[in-house]
């Protein structure tokens, strides 16, 4: 069974610009959620969606956004990028949301900002 | 709002010792717990959780962990260490709600020396 893939992997951007960052999770698994990391401030939640609805947002400003498809691929873009928006990102899936189940996270897509 | 510390940034132990990472939570209701372990430029592998019943789990690599709900924590272990445990470890947690995410601690580092 294929694990969760993200895209691009690496990526570098200057300040001003927007990216936009792609994930297709476990086959059958309806929930994607998405996180920030950095090494000062470990992980850090974006958002959570299930079937096309976001149900989480974490404390992150309105440059940062997300989507979910009807076959549960996700993506986050974030806008007039900032020096700051260098990091980790990195996406998650899961059977269904918030529920006793472990998260399966993909590699990342490690975003540097010029 | 629920939330981890990892009160140690850096763990030193020495191989064959036993190791201990330490995590403790807070959460309204009942928890949730997680450990994972990322392994450079990787992904989060999952190792273990806590739901209900025994306080001690058992998971993967030989890994164990202590729920202590008094304390509120919930601290990795290894009787054995090897070197190839060296990597970052997360301790997450979501309450049992239904609506809140997984929230993760800021990480703490094993080195494990040969």
Redesign the interface.
Known sequence: KAG?TQTPRYLIKTRGQQVTLSCSPISGHRSV?W?QQTP??????LF?YFSETQ??K?NFPGRFSGRQFSNSRSEMNVSTLELGDSALY?C?SSLVA???G???????SRLTVL | AQSVAQPEDQVNVAEGNPLTVKCTYSVSGNPYLFWYVQYPNRGLQFLLKYITGDNLVKGSYGFEAEFNKSQTSFHLKKPSALVSDSALYFCAVRDDSGNTPLVFGKGTRLSVIA
């Open positions: 969760v959620s996180y000062g401030q470990g992980l850090q939640f959570e149900r989480n974490g990195l998650a918030a529920n006793t472990e998260l399966f996270f993909g590699e990342g």
